[in-house]
C-alpha cells in the first residue's frame, strides 16, 4: 500500500501539484530516505500500475522545513516549459511566515545582496561588489502580529537559495523555528514559511492556474494571529 505523505491538490497528464508537509526534503540525497520526488513516483507508480521507473521532473524545490504547493512534471516537455518559467520570473509565488518580534512596517520591499556559503549549507548577506553574491528582492505586506510575533505575506521577486529565511534574519526577525538563521525557537520539523499560493501557465493548455493550500496543523499555536488553517474560511 502507498503510503500517502504529500497531499494531491491537483493532477493530470503533465503535473502533479501537491502539498508538501514540513520536515520532507525535495530530492533524496545523503543521508535523505524519502523526498517529495520518491514519493511522486511510488504514488504515481502505485496509482496506474506502472512498471519499472516513473517520470517525475522537479521544476522547483522548498527547503526540508518548509510546508506548502509544489508543481511536479509528468513529462520532459513539462518540465522544459515549467523550468523556464520559473528562471524568468514568471510563476507567482506567495509565502506566509511567522516571525520574532513585531515586523515595524506594514508593507514594502526587502533588497539584499546574498553569497551562499556551500560548507556551512548557510546564505550571508553580503555588499553588492563582493564577487559571488546575487540580488534577492522581496516584496511583503505585514498581515497580524501578537505575543511578540508577526504573520506576514511574501511575495519573492527572485528564486535565491534560503532567501527569505536569510533576508528576513538579516532584518532582526528570523522565522520563527528558523535556528539555522537565529530563531530562539524550536518548531518539530518545521520552520514557519509556508508557500500557500503557487501560479503559472498550464504548460500544455497555455492557461493560467492558480493552487492553494493553508499551513500544516502545526500552525495552531499561532491561532491568536488568526492565520487560516481551513480555506474556506479564509
Given at each position: 500500500?502507498?503510503?500517502?505523505?504529500?497531499?494531491?491538490?491537483?493532477?493530470?497528464?503533465?503535473?502533479?501539484?501537491?502539498?508538501?508537509?514540513?520536515?520532507?526534503?525535495?530530492?533524496?540525497?545523503?543521508?535523505?530516505?524519502?523526498?517529495?520526488?520518491?514519493?511522486?513516483?511510488?504514488?504515481?507508480?502505485?496509482?496506474?500500475?506502472?512498471?519499472g521507473?516513473?517520470?517525475?521532473?522537479?521544476?522547483?524545490?522548498?527547503?526540508?522545513?518548509?510546508?506548502?504547493?509544489?508543481?511536479?512534471?509528468?513529462?520532459?516537455?513539462?518540465?522544459?516549459?515549467?523550468?523556464?518559467?520559473?528562471?524568468?520570473?514568471?510563476?507567482k509565488?506567495?509565502?506566509?511566515?511567522?516571525?520574532?518580534?513585531?515586523?515595524?512596517?506594514?508593507?514594502?520591499?526587502?533588497?539584499?545582496?546574498?553569497q551562499?556559503?556551500?560548507?556551512?549549507?548557510?546564505?550571508?548577506?553580503?555588499?553588492?561588489?563582493?564577487?559571488?553574491?546575487?540580488l534577492?528582492?522581496?516584496?511583503?505586506?505585514?498581515?497580524?502580529?501578537?505575543?511578540?510575533?508577526?504573520?506576514?505575506?511574501?511575495r519573492?521577486?527572485?528564486?535565491?537559495?534560503?532567501?527569505?529565511?536569510?533576508?528576513?534574519?538579516?532584518?532582526?526577525?528570523?522565522?520563527?523555528?528558523?535556528?539555522?538563521?537565529?530563531?530562539?525557537?524550536?518548531?518539530?520539523?518545521?520552520?514557519?514559511?509556508?508557500?500557500?499560493?503557487?501560479?503559472f501557465?498550464?504548460?500544455?493548455?497555455?492557461?493560467?492556474?492558480?493552487?492553494?493550500?493553508?499551513?500544516?496543523?502545526?500552525?495552531?499555536?499561532?491561532?491568536?494571529?488568526?492565520?487560516?488553517?481551513?480555506?474556506?474560511?479564509?
Amino acid at each position: 500500500m502507498h503510503e500517502q505523505i504529500c497531499t494531491v491538490l491537483y493532477e493530470d497528464n503533465h503535473l502533479l501539484v501537491v502539498a508538501k508537509p514540513p520536515g520532507l526534503a525535495t530530492l533524496t540525497g545523503t543521508g535523505t530516505h524519502s523526498s517529495v520526488h520518491r514519493w511522486a513516483q511510488a504514488y504515481l507508480r502505485h496509482k496506474y500500475g506502472k512498471p519499472g521507473r516513473v517520470y517525475v521532473g522537479l521544476v522547483h524545490r522548498l527547503d526540508k522545513p518548509v510546508s506548502g504547493v509544489m508543481v511536479l512534471a509528468r513529462t520532459s516537455k513539462a518540465a522544459r516549459r515549467l523550468t523556464e518559467q520559473f528562471r524568468t520570473g514568471k510563476v507567482k509565488k506567495i509565502y506566509w511566515a511567522v516571525v520574532e518580534g513585531i515586523f515595524p512596517d506594514q508593507r514594502g520591499t526587502l533588497q539584499h545582496w546574498l553569497q551562499k556559503d556551500k560548507q556551512r549549507g548557510y546564505v550571508r548577506v553580503e555588499s553588492e561588489d563582493r564577487a559571488g553574491s546575487r540580488l534577492a528582492l522581496l516584496y511583503y505586506e505585514r498581515k497580524a502580529v501578537g505575543r511578540g510575533l508577526s504573520w506576514l505575506e511574501l511575495r519573492p521577486q527572485t528564486g535565491r537559495t534560503h532567501q527569505l529565511r536569510a533576508q528576513l534574519a538579516d532584518r532582526g526577525h528570523p522565522i520563527y523555528g528558523d535556528r539555522k538563521y537565529g530563531s530562539r525557537h524550536g518548531f518539530g520539523p518545521a520552520i514557519a514559511l509556508h508557500a500557500y499560493s503557487l501560479a503559472f501557465e498550464h504548460p500544455v493548455r497555455h492557461e493560467q492556474v492558480v493552487f492553494v493550500t493553508a499551513p500544516p496543523a502545526i500552525w495552531r499555536c499561532f491561532s491568536h494571529l488568526g492565520i487560516p488553517l481551513d480555506l474556506d474560511q479564509d
